[in-house]
């Protein structure tokens, strides 16, 4: 994979840590740099940064499948779920996957008066009944990288009758995801998409947005926003804009960029390269004697090893970025690691 002058990596660390946060590439941070500047001496350009939100918008449209107008934007997946959550009836049903993480789990968790079923990841399809009223998982697991059975999910969800919302944080930039048959996807896009935080996207399938209330929005999701922006909101956006949290500009700035690079490697492309390279670390693992977590329904980018998690520490003294989650080494690999970088990483856990 050609990303020659992308990425300002110093030869000496090997970033096997997406999961947590992805690099920005050059462009991204130029982007940033010219922005920061025009804000400091007074020539902040708002046309620019519209443009920009746009772009991030349009291009994460078409890295998951949607109409540019299916796409809200805000500054964290949380507010999107929260949105989702908030709109649920008294008494309603949500089902969930053990142990997914917190900002997909919380906004439902937190309402007293919404029923919560938290089954095994293998199990969420089965588990949905006539009195469900939403399925939410993520697209793959943040503690160990497992990939969820979407489709399994989907057709469970629509032969109850209920809606799906899908966190496709840990997905979007390296597996294929479509997002037209999902009623939600919310993504954040500081991991795979490379853009810094405070860049995130919800998807609403047309049909999927009646109940849901823009109670977080606030003049940006208005139709006319210059026009329409003292006292309440008359007319919010036709589209999925009328779902926007005012989004933070800077980092959209860069986010464009990010999008841009990961649009022009392409996802399946970008895909490939990851699942080789974790696949390697895979095969690695159980020449040492360790079994790493199973992926789940598709091979992952992520791969975690139960007990390991301690050699976290010793790792980064190596000049080798890991994480440890859940009890769990967790290693995710993207498109600026190479195969060096996996032998390097199973050459010192070797010892």
């Known amino acids: 994979m050609d990303i020659t002058g992308e990425f300002a990596l110093d030869d000496g660390i090997s970033y096997l840590n997406t999961a947590s946060s992805g690099i920005g590439p050059r ?19 708002w046309v620019r940064d519209e443009r920009a939100l746009g772009a991030a918008r349009a291009a994460y449209a078409r890295l998951t499948g949607v109409a540019a107008d299916r796409v809200a934007v805000g500054s964290s997946v949380t507010t999107h779920v929260g949105m989702i959550a908030a709109a649920l009836p ?46 939410a998982v993520s697209a793959v697991q943040s503690a160990d990288g497992r990939v969820a059975d979407l489709a399994a999910v989907r ?13 496709a944080t840990q997905a979007v930039g390296w597996l ?6 999902l009623d939600y996807v919310v993504c954040g896009g500081y991991k795979w998409l ?25 003049w940006y999701a208005a139709e006319d926003p210059w026009g329409d922006c003292y006292g309440p909101v008359a007319h919010l956006a036709g589209s999925a804009r ?14 464009a960029a990010s999008l841009a690079l990961v649009e022009e490697l392409g996802v399946e492309a970008i895909g490939a390269h990851d699942v080789a390279l974790a696949e390697r670390f895979r095969a690695g693992l159980l020449r040492l004697g360790h079994k790493p977590v ?27 970025r890991v994480s440890a989650r859940a009890g769990n080494l967790r290693a995710a690999f993207h498109l600026y690691n190479t195969e060096a970088d996996v032998d390097r990483l199973l050459h010192v856990l070797a010892g």
Do not use: C, K
């Open 27 to 45: 462009r991204a941070v130029e982007a940033l740099r010219t922005a920061v500047a025009a804000w400091s001496d007074g020539t902040d350009n």
């Open 90 to 135: 008294a008494g309603a049903e949500v089902v969930l996957a053990d142990g997914d993480f917190s900002s997909l789990v919380n906004p439902f968790a937190s309402r007293a008066d919404v029923t919560v079923r938290a089954v095994p990841l293998e199990g969420v399809a089965d588990a949905v009944r006539p009195e469900t009223d939403l399925v």
């Open 155 to 167: 057709e469970a969800a629509a032969r109850h009758g209920a809606r799906v919302l899908v966190d």
């Open 176 to 181: 294929p995801l479509r997002a037209d048959g």
């Open 194 to 218: 490379l853009a810094p935080r405070g860049v995130s996207f919800l998807t609403v399938r047309e049909g999927a947005e009646d109940g849901l209330s823009a109670q977080f929005a606030g």
């Open 242 to 255: 009328r779902f926007d949290v005012m989004p933070p500009l800077l980092p959209y700035l860069a986010g």
């Open 294 to 320: 199973p992926s789940g329904a598709a091979a992952s980018a992520i791969v975690a090893v139960p007990g390991l998690g301690d050699a976290a520490e010793r790792l980064a003294a190596a000049g080798i």
